[in-house]
């Protein structure tokens, strides 16, 4: 799991913190015109002078209306064409769900500053998968961001992916159809289970094909197009750690780690999975587990661990195969090319959370060290796929022991009714919808976010209508979430649970009942489920069809990608496997820069 390190704008990423007291832009206020009965009380008194028959007087007095309560004051806010002052934002955490909010938001002229806390970035693993969804909005948000990222990008959804049988495939990497017809050839081929209709799908809505992108390259470029807008947006080492909401109009005061409290008008919660916004919003005690550890901050643990390693091996079906799902008894393995002669592994287990056995620094979980420091994890894996295809054993063998990294995997039950806002302060990505990685959905999940949030609050015309804003971004999201979240903990729960080695007449690899109903779900999956799945994922696409471009980008990634591929294999065929070395933001931490050096890096960056 290697990550890039060299590039200058890491620099960036390790600023001193700075005290943070911001002083209020001028402000442009308006007054919400109240409607009031400006008459004054009359009142006519008759008096009748008992002693005469004269005819009564009348004296009339007049009485002061009561003075009227000041109406609240509000800020007009700017965009384009549009007078006042810009949105200001506060976002806590620097994840790809809260940068890509700063670009954009920076974009749409608010006035952005990320709070980071950089010891949050351990290694997890490289790449991140964007499906033609997410792609579709990052070339929404921008059309150099989107050609920036795709300069970077692995295409897997052009190629064959899909499920395969994880004792029957032969392992010689063949590449084999998925019908029936072995019920009655026992000399065809059950290496395939069922593919999956990625390129289909994303042909449908003319999107560009689902794919990964390291993770370091992906913060280098969304930094420096943040820095490029804002050269001081992001602040390292002070993450946020508790805020006061000030009410309608009044904003936020985040209150940040070194004491000091910086205001806002609106505090976006990106912190993560163990998120400080959401444990105060929430009534949430931050990391706080149960005895049992089945329960922490709210999250439930899924019933999984995940181990996961990367390796650069050429196989006989690498050019052919984009990731491919092992399945068998209790427990599933997974591939994918993520670029350069690489392929990233994860082998899930059933196994009760607590059950450690290598160093997990995922997710912005601590880095621990391995329980057992002389023990040889790929050896213990390969221990837990005794049976499995030799197509495992291969991957497993080709990777160096000390890259191995593991994590339970914990994610939030949907919650329709719970709303992600709370006054001033709103919530997104995995801060509140953490969700299991099946689907590589969740970094999609919070682009989409980042994008609705800022369309939501572009359409505000005074610090008035903010928290009605927010609001509204958590009704327009909330379903749509909700039904990935689900997806994604079926996903996972369907192949541990349901599914197992498949029925086949001709051996007896496949013969409890979990194995016959993987059988009879076979069509099901391949000619509705799948279909009907990754139309629902894609079918949220701003661009609109986006016509030759998704296979232009894919022709010329081709060429490119079998050039830096076989590069790779010479390399290692001369010089060995090499474990992954520290991600982007651990690079930074360990190499600061003085603060006055970052203008002269980004301009040589550019330059």
Known sequence: MRFITSSPIVLLAILPATTSFVTPPTRTTFTPQTSRHDATATTTLHATDSSSNSEPTTTTTTTPPPPAKDPPSYELLSRPARKGRPLKI?????????????????????????YEKTAAFARFGGPIQFASNALSVLKAIDA?????????????????????????????????????????????????????????????????????????????????????????????????????????????????ADGTTAEADVLVGSDGI???????????????????????????????????????????????????????????FVTSDVGDGRVQWYAFFAFPPGSKKAPSGWGGSTRDKQEDPGENLVEYIKSLHEGWTDEIMTVLDATPPESVEQRDLYDRAPELLRSWADGNVVLMGDAVHPMMPNLGQGGCQAIEDAYVLTETLGNCESTEKLQGALQSFYRKRILRVSIVQFLSRLASDLIINAFDTPWSPHDNLGKSWKSYLTFFWKPLLQYAIFPGQFAYLYSYHPTGNMKDIPD??????????????????????????AAAGPSFFEKAKADPVPSDRVATVLKATKD
């Open 274 to 332: 163990w998120s400080a916004v959401r444990a105060q919003m929430y009534g949430e005690e931050i990391k706080k587990s149960s005895e049992d550890l089945m329960k922490r901050q709210g999250c439930s643990y899924s019933g999984y661990t995940v181990f996961a390693g990367e390796t650069v091996i050429k196989t006989a079906d690498y050019y052919e195969t984009g990731y491919k799902v092992y399945i068998g008894p209790k427990r599933y």
């Open 144 to 256: 150099r961001l989107f050609d920036r990222v795709m300069e970077k990008f692995t295409f897997t959804g052009t190629r064959a992916c899909g499920i395969k049988d994880g004792l029957r495939a032969d392992g010689s990497f063949r590449m084999t159809g998925d019908r029936l017809d072995y019920l009655w050839d026992e000399s065809a081929p059950a290496d395939w289970f069922v593919k999956f209709p990625l390129k289909e799908c994303a042909d449908v809505f003319g999107l560009p094909y689902t794919g990964v992108i390291d993770r370091p390259d992906l913060q280098e470029i969304l930094i420096e197009e943040c820095a490029a807008l804002k050269p001081d947006f992001i602040k390292n080492g002070n993450p946020v750690v508790s805020y006061v909401d000030n009410g309608p109009g009044a904003g936020v005061s985040v209150n940040l």
């Open 552 to 577: 232009k980008l894919e022709s010329k990634w081709r060429t490119e990608h079998y050039k830096s591929a076989e590069a790779a294999f010479a390399r290692v065929a001369s010089e060995g496997q």
């Open 90 to 114: 506060a976002i806590a955490g620097g994840g790809v769900g809260g940068l890509t909010a700063a670009l954009t938001m920076l974009q749409s002229g608010f006035d952005v500053t990320v």
